[in-house]
Structures are given as C-alpha cells and as structure tokens.
Nanobody, 129 residues
C-alpha cells in the first residue's frame, strides 16, 4: 500500500521555524517530483514548493521565497520543507504530493494536478502569537 505521511507540524509563534517531513512507503520517491501544498481555512489549496526527482531543481511560491527550503533524501525516501520566519499567513494544513516524472509540471505546482500521483493526509501548521 502506497502512503505519504507528513509530520512536523505544530503551533509556533511568528518568526519561528518548523521542519516538515514527508515520508513515503510502498513507492520509491526517486522517480517522483514532490510538491508541498497548503490550505488555509476558507481558502483554496495553493502550491508552496516543489522539488525535482533528483533534487537538482526547486521552485517556490512567491509568498515563501527566501523563507522556506525544500530538500529530499532519496536514500531515506523522505522530502523535507524547512520553514523559517513563519507568519500568521502561513497557517494551514500542509500536504505533500508525489507526481511521477523528473520535473515539477506547472499544472502540478499551480493546481496540484497529477496523473498516477499520490497525496498525504496533511499536517497542521499554526502560526500565532
């Protein structure tokens, strides 16, 4: 059974940091680009960051550039999202998703569209004073 499991969410004050993990089982992440997405209450899901299957290419939403960093350890079958200088606007449920192929297609990063991809169940991030 294929599973993507996010962890590392929690509550933090503005300016704080969190590191999210996305661990895969039942599939080898080497062959997948991985994206992080978030959904705030009452808002549409948005793409946050994406990393190519090799880890050589990354992309970020403008709202998180310079604050978030995506990375992957294919030996551990895990992708990470380091989030620094967190703001209340970063609050939401964070999901990771895997799409087959080497790169991050625009439709995947923008809309989370994927064929034969997988999604995790999400982890809550709350930034509040």
């Amino acid at each position: 059974q294929v599973q993507l499991v996010e962890s590392g969410g929690g509550s933090v004050q503005p300016g704080g940091s969190l590191r999210l993990s996305c661990a895969a089982s039942g599939l080898t992440l080497d062959y997948y680009a991985i994206g992080w997405f978030r959904q705030a209450p009452g808002k549409q899901r948005e793409g946050v960051s994406c990393i190519s299957s090799s880890g050589s290419t990354t992309s970020y939403a403008d709202s998180v550039k310079g604050r978030f960093a995506i990375s992957r350890d294919n030996a551990k079958n895990t992708v990470y999202l380091q989030m620094n200088s967190l703001k209340p606007a970063d609050t939401g449920i964070y999901y990771c998703a895997a799409t087959p192929g080497p790169s991050c297609p625009k439709e995947f990063m923008d809309y989370g569209l994927t064929t034969l991809g997988y999604w995790g169940q999400g982890t809550q991030v709350t930034v509040s004073s």
